[in-house]
């Protein structure tokens, strides 16, 4: 679990047809919390930063690399 995951419960209503989901799980991006670009932010190497779709470390989110349920 990071720092950038969110859990809610899902409602799941009596009269229902389907069987209730539960928990779900989203991912919550990190440029969201950043007001700012500091100076000085750490930075990838350009070839990670290439692989990784970002220069600065922080902005960095893993999205999609965990299996969906």
């Known amino acids: 679990m990071s720092d950038q995951d ?5 409602f799941a209503g009596p009269f229902d047809p389907c069987p209730p989901i539960g928990v779900k799980k ?3 991006p990190p440029n969201l919390f950043v007001t700012f670009q500091p100076p ?3 930075q990838f190497q350009p070839y990670d930063a290439l692989r990784l779709g970002t220069l600065w ?3 960095y ?3 999609g690399k965990e299996q969906r349920s």
């Open 57 to 59: 470390q922080p902005l």
């Open 6 to 10: 969110r859990y809610f419960e899902v």
């Open 61 to 63: 989110s893993p999205y």
């Open 40 to 42: 000085n932010w750490p």
């Open 26 to 28: 989203f991912v919550v």
